[in-house]
C-alpha cells in the first residue's frame, strides 16, 4: 500500500462544510481565480480595512487547488462515514471492516486515483478488451462490402480507392477510451509520485488506443457488461466518480486550477434513493427518481420531486431529501413537500435529514397539513449501519404502512 499522504507542502487552509475560515492574506491572482472558479462552492468575504479574506464552505467536501494554496473542506459526517457513503454511491467494492485510510480529504481523492490506477494496471497486465466494430474506410483493396453510392461519390476525387464497410477486431472500444481520458486526466492533478508513475505506466501502453474522447456521464450508460469485460467495472466505476467530482483548468501564464469536491447535497440523495431502491426492488412498490412534473395547469412551472414512490403504479409517497446542518424546521421546505403532494394528489410527504453526529439522537416527526401527513425523518450515516444495510429501515417500515 502506497502512503496516500504523500503531497508537496503548500499553504492550506483546513474547514468543514459550512464552516468560516479565519482570517487569510491572498494574493490578488489567487482571489481572482477563486472567485472565478469556485464561486458556487465557498463564498470569500473580503474586509479592506484589515486587507484580509475569511473562506466559508457551503454544501461541498473535497480540496481546492489554487497554485500553491490548498482549501481542504471536510465532511461533517467524518471522512469515514464519506468514504463509505462514496463506495456505497459508485458500487465501489470495499470491506466495511477496514477504517478509511485516511485523515484528510486530499488522501480520500489520492486513494481513489490509486484504486483506479491499479485496477487499470491489472486490465492491462491481462489484456485489453477487444470486439468487433464497424469501418468504414477507403482503400486500394477491397475489404467487407463495397459501398456502392459512396464508391461512385469517391471516384471523382480518386479512382484507385475503394469505399468498404468491414468489421474490424480492435482495442478501440468505449471502455478503453475512457480509461485513457481519465488516466490523461489524472496525470495532470496528482500529487503523490508513485501514484503518477503508475498512471504514466499504464497511459504508455494505451497510447495504441488512437484516440481520446472527451467522456461524459452519458458515456457510462451506453457500456452494457459481458463476461467478456466485466472486469472494466470497477475502474469504470471510479472514472464515473472522478468525471462527476474532478475539475481543471490550465490559465494561460498563470497558476493551475483544479478541485476534487464532492456535492454533499447529491451523494445523500443518491444514497437515499438507492438504499430505498434496495429495499423495495421485490416489492409491490417501485422507487423513482426526480421525476419531472408540473406544478401549474399551463405547464409553465417543473417540479423535480427527489424521490417518489409508487404503490401498485400509482403516486403514493413523495420524498424530499435535504442535506443541511440545521436540525429544525424550514418554512420554505415545507411548503414545497405540500406543492409536491398537492400536485400529485398524494397525502403523505416525508422531509429525509442527515444526523452528522452520532451521538446525537433525534425522534422522528409527523404533523398534519389537512389531509396531508407531513413527516421529518433522520437517517444515521455511521458506517455499521451502512454496513448492515439498516439506515433506511425506520423509512422503509414507514412506506410499507402506508
Do not use: W
Not at 507542502?9 to 481565480?33: A, G, H, P, T, W
Not at 471492516?97 to 484504486?115: C, K, T, V, W
Not at 414512490?309 to 443541511?324: E, F, N, P, T
Not at 452528522?356 to 455499521?384: A, C, Q, R, T, W
Amino acid at each position: 500500500m502506497i502512503d496516500v499522504k504523500d503531497k508537496p507542502v503548500k499553504k492550506q487552509i483546513i474547514l468543514s462544510e459550512y464552516e468560516k475560515s479565519n482570517e487569510y492574506y491572498l494574493e490578488d491572482e489567487v482571489f481572482r481565480l477563486l472567485k472565478d472558479n469556485f464561486s458556487n462552492y465557498i463564498d470569500i468575504f473580503y474586509s479592506p480595512k484589515r486587507n484580509y479574506y475569511r473562506i466559508r464552505a457551503k454544501n461541498f467536501t473535497g480540496i481546492i487547488n489554487v497554485g500553491d494554496l490548498i482549501i481542504n473542506i471536510k465532511p461533517k459526517i467524518g471522512l469515514n462515514n464519506l468514504f463509505f457513503l462514496i463506495n456505497y454511491c459508485y458500487k465501489l467494492p470495499f470491506r466495511f471492516d477496514e477504517e478509511a485510510p485516511m485523515e484528510q480529504s486530499y488522501e480520500i481523492f489520492n486513494y481513489y486515483i490509486y484504486l483506479f490506477a491499479n485496477a487499470t494496471k491489472e486490465i492491462i497486465r491481462k489484456g485489453v478488451y477487444r470486439r468487433y466494430l464497424d469501418k468504414v474506410e477507403n482503400t486500394i483493396y477491397l475489404k467487407g462490402r463495397l459501398l456502392i453510392e459512396q464508391n461512385i461519390r469517391n471516384t471523382i476525387v480518386d479512382k484507385t480507392k475503394n469505399v468498404c464497410k468491414f468489421d474490424e477486431y480492435t482495442e478501440n472500444v468505449l471502455e478503453n477510451h475512457i480509461l485513457k481520458y481519465i488516466t490523461k486526466k489524472l496525470i495532470r492533478i496528482v500529487d503523490n509520485k508513485e501514484i503518477k508513475n503508475t498512471l504514466r505506466y499504464n497511459l504508455l501502453y494505451l497510447n495504441a488506443i488512437d484516440r481520446s474522447i472527451k467522456v461524459t456521464n452519458n458515456d457510462f450508460d451506453k457500456i452494457i457488461y459481458t463476461r467478456l469485460n466485466k472486469n472494466y467495472e470497477y475502474p469504470l466505476n471510479l472514472a464515473k466518480f472522478f468525471i462527476n467530482n474532478i475539475f481543471i483548468k490550465d490559465i494561460l501564464g498563470s497558476k493551475r486550477v483544479s478541485s476534487f469536491l464532492v456535492d454533499m447535497n447529491k451523494l445523500f440523495e443518491s444514497f437515499v434513493f438507492m438504499a430505498l431502491q434496495e429495499k423495495l426492488e421485490s416489492s409491490i412498490y417501485k422507487v423513482v427518481y426526480q421525476k419531472s412534473l408540473f406544478l401549474d395547469d399551463s405547464r409553465k412551472i417543473k417540479i423535480f420531486p427527489d424521490i417518489l414512490i409508487q404503490k401498485k403504479g400509482k403516486a403514493s409517497i413523495v420524498i424530499d431529501v435535504k442535506y443541511k446542518i440545521e436540525n429544525n424546521y424550514i418554512n420554505s421546505d415545507i411548503y414545497q413537500l405540500i406543492a409536491y403532494c398537492k400536485r400529485m394528489n398524494i397525502r403523505n410527504g416525508i422531509i429525509v435529514l442527515p444526523i452528522y453526529d452520532e451521538f446525537l439522537s433525534l425522534d422522528n416527526l409527523s404533523f398534519f397539513n389537512g389531509n396531508i401527513k407531513l413527516n421529518y425523518f433522520y437517517l444515521g450515516l455511521e458506517k455499521e449501519r451502512i454496513k448492515n444495510k439498516t439506515v433506511v429501515d425506520e423509512l422503509y417500515t414507514f412506506i410499507a404502512k402506508n
